[in-house]
Nanobody, 117 residues
């Protein structure tokens, strides 16, 4: 079974940057659609950014221009570069994988991003 391991979260000051990484096990990473979601207590999980196997990308309006999603298929890894961070970006960020062939969906364990002075 595919597993996702996230890293890169932490505490950062407003205006700062962080890069999240999500490494997937398995050998067919290139076919997966990948995404980053975030969740704060009491609110539903929301899509932040997504990238398809064909490298098409989609962003939430609140992060457009500031965040960039990318993937390195040779490393089975998807990244989320977050710039100009704001306190409202504080959340637990989750990596998501969708296998379009078998309909498999996998979530990472989550990594906390805290933006505060």
């Amino acid at each position: 079974q595919v597993q996702l391991v996230e890293s890169g979260g932490g505490l950062v000051q407003p205006g700062g940057s962080l890069r999240l990484s999500c490494a997937a096990s398995g050998s067919i990473f290139n076919i997966y659609d990948m995404g980053w979601y975030r969740q704060v207590p009491g609110k539903p999980r929301e899509l932040v950014a997504a990238i398809t196997s064909g490298r098409s990308t989609n962003y939430a309006d609140s992060v457009k221009v500031r965040f960039t999603i990318s993937r390195d298929n040779s490393k089975n890894t998807v990244y989320l570069q977050m710039n100009s961070l704001k306190p409202e970006d504080t959340a637990v960020y989750y990596c998501n994988l969708v296998d379009p062939i078998y309909g498999l969906e996998v979530w990472g364990q989550g990594t906390l991003v805290a933006v505060s002075s």
